[in-house]
């Protein structure tokens, strides 16, 4: 069974995941296109470290269209925002898994 999704603000410049540095993981789950009720976003207060890995999966059966967009991790103004997660260039894409009900 799936979690409910995620809507959480993160302090100031901690490394994007869980337990910091670059061991943390950000799992993120798709089940629709509302942020924080059907998918998870977390929104930073102060700039961002990221490091580590960026999982995702699909839930609920949902099934993204083409040009929907989702935006995962909020900035709270222009602080910045340091790195990479593993394996993701800056600016690039990637797949969600399907992950059952």
Request: no cysteine; aromatic share 6%.
């Amino acid at each position: 069974m799936s979690g409910p999704p995620l809507s959480s603000t993160v302090a100031a410049r901690p490394a994007a995941g869980t337990g910091g540095g670059g061991n943390a993981k950000l799992a993120i789950q798709l089940g629709g296109t509302t942020a924080g009720t059907e998918y998870d976003q977390v929104s930073v207060t102060g700039g961002i470290t990221l490091a580590g890995e960026l999982s995702g999966s699909l839930i609920d059966n949902f099934a993204p269209a083409l040009n929907d967009l989702f935006f995962m991790m909020l900035n709270d103004s222009n602080d910045t925002v340091i790195g990479t997660y593993a394996g993701l260039a800056e600016g690039s894409s990637g797949r969600f898994r399907q992950h059952g009900i």
